[in-house]
């Protein structure tokens, strides 16, 4: 016999949600997203209402929703469906079952508003200051290191690709704004090594494989206390990692050692890191042969960042829940683009 609804189902399935763990409920409980509130309006810029017409949704309140769109890696229309469908999403927007909930093109004309009006570094700025304040301080040291985030692939012809790397807009693609606004002029093709695993059980040597990605490339500095992003750059993916030190480093960390691998070791580097009060603890590179003597606890600590930078690996854990949340303000926004 099918059982009818009682008033308290819903809060029960809530309840339950929180029980086995619901990390969007663990979110909602630490983070005060009225913070960013004010950049939030100043970016957006939106009209006083006096004209008429149908009110926007509340800023946090979709400033949220692009949060849910990259932690759970879903398309606008995804987004959509997904809002409707799930009930661990509602809380965490402050949706009821009768409340509307936006369209896959409002989503997607909320984050061209704020990629466009550049509010990304003073939501960030704005968040590293609600750590501070919480007692997040930047200590032990910082860790540097960079991840790519992939692009979808452009189809070009040679000569666009040579237009393009020249800086220049491809003849073809002036008269027609529409092509050019779904052009990705920025991204580039880079080569991402790796050591594939051995095929058998006789545990030959790995072999170091290249494979070809277009996209970004996101550079990092975390405090080493609590994990937290707190300097970040953004360059194409061909850009090379070391070059992009001194734009991460983090003058107010409360320890003055840099851990990083060995693409950021080289003399600029050493050098700018000895005149700015840094104690560099950068791997040295491994010559022909030898075996890899890092520094005892480095490799592991690097494995951190790329932690901090992988908004699934944060849910996944789960366990500092805190520690990755500066990253993934980035990564809702598209790292800025």
Known sequence: MVRQAGLFDLDERYRKLSEVGDPLGRLKELIDFEVFRPALTKALNR??????????????????????????TLSDDATEFQI????SFMPF??????DAVPDAKT?????????RAGAIEELFSGFDAYLKAQGYLAMSGQIVDATIVAAPRQRNTDDEKKAIREGRVPDDWKDRPAKL??????????????KARPAGEDKKP????AIPVFGYKNHVSIDRAHGFVRRFTVTNAAAHDGARLPD???????????????AYRSKANEAHMERSGFMSKVHFRRGAGKVCRCRPGVSSLEGHVHGAVSLMGWIDAM???VDHIGDFLRRAMRIGR
């Open 47 to 72: 009209s006083d209402g006096s004209k008429g017409g149908r009110p926007p949704y509340d800023a946090v309140f979709m400033f949220k929703v692009l949060i849910l769109q990259t932690l759970y």
């Open 181 to 194: 606004a779904q052009k990705d002029r920025d991204a580039r093709w880079t080569l991402k090594r790796a």
């Open 107 to 115: 989503i997607w004309l909320f984050r061209e508003q704020l990629t």
């Open 93 to 98: 927007l402050g949706l009821e079952l009768q």
């Open 84 to 87: 409707r469908d799930r009930f």
């Open 206 to 209: 790995k072999v170091e494989i």
């Open 319 to 321: 366990g500092p829940e």
């Open 248 to 262: 991460v480093l983090d003058k107010t960390n409360t320890a003055s050692q840099v851990w990083a691998d060995t």
